[in-house]
């Protein structure tokens, strides 16, 4: 499973002069790699962002038990 990362505040992500990409308090997602311009969360995105204090790596989320 991938690690997953959720913002703990609104971030405004600036791959480029002219791009920004936001991601809203709350939003959690699968860390990916590839371009940021996607809108995924990439590892360069995680790093800015927790270097911002504005988010966090979460564990994997617990799937439900087929009772």
């Known amino acids: 499973m991938a690690d997953r990362f959720k913002f703990t505040d609104d971030f ?11 991601f809203r308090k709350g939003h959690e997602g699968e860390i990916v790699t590839g371009a940021a311009v996607s ?4 590892n360069a995105v995680v790093t800015a962002a927790m270097k911002a204090g504005k ?3 979460v564990g994997v989320p617990n799937k439900p038990s087929k009772d």
Request: glycine share 12%.
């Open 12 to 22: 405004d992500y600036k791959p480029t002069s002219q791009v920004t990409i936001a």
């Open 39 to 42: 809108g995924q969360i990439t």
């Open 55 to 57: 988010g966090q790596k």
